[in-house]
């Protein structure tokens, strides 16, 4: 059983367009995360949220916008999608309760969604 | 903005060399973890190091945490192809425990 997941794995797309990218995880963690990978392999961290509600909401412009329908979910809509989007995004989720939580929490990653703009 | 500085960005060697790969920052950190990811895969936890001057091994992996919690480093003994992959460092903020990642190491050993 796969303890994050992400769909879809690869999305091509026109500019323009709208898209969401779904994850959820199996392991009763209370955190769930958006990253960014550029294409330098840069991690980049989007969104964090605590037992659905938002906590940490980096500078990523208002086109982007998760949703969390329940802790084991959390999903990523992007609108009028550009260039500059295409990236791979990563779910992520951790055993932290209450945040920040204890120091040395792991983060358990998806497979990561492949976005491509055209 | 609290930077974490990882080198070498890329490094190629044959196998059975030995590596080491390093993470530095003019900050205080409450931990620090290493991760690896492989092509189309996302980053798994190696190891997490906490208290200053902690060492932890790993078969042939060996992470160092410096005794000020501003630097890490991972060495790698008798590399094999195995070990090819992104590593990534990423140090915990004091503050509030948030993650600061380095910008990764593609280590490549060669048969």
């Known amino acids: 059983d796969t303890a994050v997941s992400q769909t879809p794995k690869y999305l091509v797309t026109q500019m323009g367009n709208d898209k969401s990218i779904k994850c959820e995880q199996n392991?009763?963690?209370?955190?769930m995360y958006w990253y960014k990978q550029d294409s330098k392999k840069f991690l980049k961290i989007m969104f964090s949220?605590?037992?659905?509600?938002?906590?940490i909401n980096e500078t990523v412009p208002n086109r982007f916008s998760p949703k969390s329908p329940d802790k084991a979910h959390l999903n990523l809509h992007i609108n009028s999608l550009e260039l500059g989007d295409s990236a791979v995004y990563f779910c992520?989720?951790?055993?932290?309760?209450?945040?920040?939580?204890?120091?040395?929490?792991?983060?358990?990653f998806g497979e990561g969604s492949r976005l491509t703009v055209l | 903005t609290q930077l974490l500085e990882q080198s070498p960005q890329f490094l190629s060697i044959q196998e059975g060399e030995n590596l080491t790969v390093y993470c530095n920052s003019s900050?205080?950190?409450?931990?620090l973890q290493w991760y690896r990811q492989e092509p189309g895969e996302g980053p798994v936890l190696l190891v997490t190091?906490?208290?200053g001057g902690e060492v932890k091994k790993l078969k042939r992996l060996t992470f160092q945490f410096g005794d000020a919690r501003k630097d890490s480093s991972l060495h790698i003994t008798a590399a094999q192809p195995g070990d090819t992959g992104l590593y990534l460092c990423?140090?915990?903020?004091?503050?509030?425990?948030?993650?600061?990642w380095g910008a990764g190491t593609k280590l490549i050993i060669k048969p």
């Open positions: 392991l009763g963690h209370d955190t």
């Open positions: 990423a140090g915990e903020r004091v503050s509030n425990y948030q993650l600061i």
């Open positions: 190091v906490v208290t």
């Open positions: 992520a989720s951790s055993p932290i309760e209450v945040w920040p939580g204890p120091p040395g929490g792991e983060l358990f």
């Open positions: 949220y605590n037992n659905k509600e938002l906590i």
């Open positions: 900050s205080v950190f409450s931990s």
